[in-house]
């Protein structure tokens, strides 16, 4: 180029001024595509159409201008002016790329297939390794809704490139949107080999199939065995759409085979996995995630597989396969090379596992045995294992599971060992001392309506209302009703009503014949309670009764009276809600 300025009488030295004249031009173009494309964010197409010609007419070949025309020219009806365009700007530059593909998208949506063709195929024979003249002409044709026509240009190009999972994502889609289902499944086996990465992506568009298609999908991603890459990645394709669908057991079946040699790509394909077990939320599904951070715990490496192994235990106590987590755990805590807090987690969560599973002296041995574990885990799990063996109804067991526990979690366990042992009094200092907060919201609102009765109750000692209400924590409902009916006969007045109110609403939860007895207590707690809160509470329960009987009527008569003859009662609005619902204003639910 110098010699050739030099041969005009111009010197080298003009170069440089040269440049700079050219650099104008060049942020004027790109001024101007900016200033069309402001245009077209605000809708004014025309106008965009305008600049971006006004652009071509210096740049044949801006591609931005060119991608700009090919987005606002079809809403104003006027893409056949973009033809002539694209055509100057191949002829500019004829191995753009993009151009190539702005050309041959024209084509297609003008609906001229034959030129089409001809430009895919001069784009074709010029790259003969290159997807990208069929995956364009592909797209267009699935974008102007020809889906055979779409395939057929797809398979064409496997055929000429040679490859057997060319397009495989493409062919997948087009299956798919035809309702194709089981074809979509086999050509995304084949894009796997080729694209691994693309698992998940499968994985989610197949998750979508409707439920008649699921079984031959299945059938085909999980044919054969498990003997090489490609088949590893199809069948962990078909474990994850099972696990989706609901069946975790045999997508872990089909999963397993594909982890079993260690190495990185099994570590992350395991984790993923259990990940998506433990999301599904039931017990089968709990117990898949428990089986497969098992497997990661085999190949990870320490500290990483002691809390893998930790997280199987716990995965496998929530599924309710007690003795796979005691396996696990039992494992972790006698391995001398877990990490400290790992074998604590371990040791602490066999003891809990001992305990759920009703264990409950074992789990008492090893909780005094174990000197792994922190003061406050000995504390958690010594008042669990008293809870435990309230709801077995060992008081004394409780008591001595407990010990001095002076926290405010520990002062409310020791209030319910009081009450059952019928330390009225004790067990409402100890309830007030350990406060609305200790424990969940469940216990904290038992806690509330056990000192509500109490406070009704004219006693500091009443062994039997202790012996009636450990009753009803055991799950003994009917001796409980008939207790609570003996302890009431000891009142004369003063505590009498909310004893039997408590027994009524046990009754009222039971068979017809324990029905029957609630309805005569309602009845009797409305006739002599008087003022008290138990009369209207008494109503409202006997209302709720004969609605579950269907008596509608006579539930809707009691309703009326309670509101009348108590207004100043604080179930009133349950009472008018109970109401509207009985006369049909709220639907039932």
Not at 6 to 13: I, M, N, S, T
Request: aromatic share 4%.
């Amino acid at each position: 180029m110098h010699r050739r300025l030099e041969c005009a009488g111009k010197p080298a030295v003009w170069l440089p001024l040269l440049t700079l004249l050219v650099l104008p031009v060049r942020s004027t173009g790109a001024q101007a595509i900016g200033q069309g494309f402001e245009l077209e964010r605000a809708g004014r197409y025309d106008q965009a159409a305008s600049v971006y010609f006004a652009t071509l007419r210096a740049e044949p070949a801006n591609l931005s201008a060119l991608l700009g025309l090919e987005r606002v020219l079809p809403p104003l009806n006027r893409l056949t002016e973009l033809l002539p365009a694209v055509r100057r700007a191949t002829a500019a530059s004829p191995s753009n790329v993009a151009v190539r593909g702005i050309l041959l998208r024209t084509y297609v949506a003008l609906n001229e297939p034959d030129s089409a063709r001809a430009v895919a195929l001069r784009w074709g024979t010029a790259s003969p390794r290159d997807e990208a003249p069929y995956r364009e002409w592909a797209i267009a044709l699935e974008n102007a809704h020809r889906h055979a026509d779409a395939r057929a240009v797809l398979l064409a190009g496997r055929q000429a490139l040679g490859r057997p999972g060319a397009f495989g994502i493409e062919l997948a889609e087009l299956n798919r949107l035809t309702g194709d289902w089981e074809g979509a499944a086999r050509e995304w086996a084949a894009a796997l080999s080729d694209a691994p990465v693309q698992l998940t992506t499968a994985a989610s568009e197949l998750a979508e199939a409707p439920e008649p298609e699921r079984e031959r999908i299945a059938r085909v991603l999980t044919a054969g065995d498990v003997v090489a890459g490609p088949t590893i990645l199809t069948h962990r394709l078909g474990a994850e759409l099972l696990l989706a669908w609901g069946q975790p057991a045999r997508a872990w079946t089909i999963f397993a085979p594909t982890v079993a040699s260690p190495s990185s790509d099994a570590l992350y394909a395991v984790k993923r996995f259990a990940d998506m077990a433990g999301a599904r939320g039931t017990s089968e599904a709990r117990r898949v995630q428990g089986l497969a951070l098992a497997r990661y715990g085999e190949m990870a490496p320490e500290p990483e597989a002691s809390r893998a192994w930790a997280d199987a235990a716990r995965a496998f106590v929530e599924a309710g396969d007690r003795a796979a987590a005691r396996d696990v755990l039992e494992r972790v805590a006698h391995d001398p090379s877990a990490p400290p807090d790992v074998q604590q987690l371990a040791q602490s969560a066999v003891i809990e596992a001992l305990i759920d599973g009703g264990q409950l002296d074992e789990a008492a041995r090893q909780l005094a045995s174990d000197r792994r574990l922190s003061a406050d885990d000995k504390a958690g799990l010594a008042r669990r294992l008293a809870r435990a063996r309230l709801g077995a109804g060992d008081v004394s067991g409780a008591e001595a599971a407990l010990g001095p526990d002076s926290s405010v979690e520990g002062l409310a366990v020791a209030g319910w060992i009081a009450l059952y042992q019928g330390g009225l009094k004790r067990a409402q200092e100890l309830f007030q001392a350990a406060g609305p907060y200790a424990g969940d919201r469940r216990d904290a609102t038992a806690r509330s309506e056990m000192l509500a009765l109490l406070q009704q109750v004219p006693l500091d000692s009443f062994p039997e209302l202790g012996s009636a209400l450990l009753m009803l924590a055991q799950g003994d409902s009917t001796h409980a009703v008939a207790s609570l009916q003996r302890a009431a006969e000891r009142l004369a007045t003063a505590g009498r009503p909310a004893l039997l109110l408590v027994a009524g609403r046990v009754a009222g939860r039971l068979g017809p014949e324990q029905q029957r007895t609630a309805l005569a207590l309602f009845d009797e707690i409305v006739r002599s309670g008087g003022q008290s809160a138990a009369a209207p509470a008494a109503e409202l329960e006997w209302a709720r009764l004969l609605l579950r009987q269907g008596q509608s009527g006579d539930a809707i008569q009691h309703l009326e009276h309670l509101i009348l003859s108590y207004p100043g009662s604080a179930v009133v609005p349950e009472a008018r809600r109970e109401l509207e619902r009985a006369k049909g204003a709220i639907p039932k639910s």
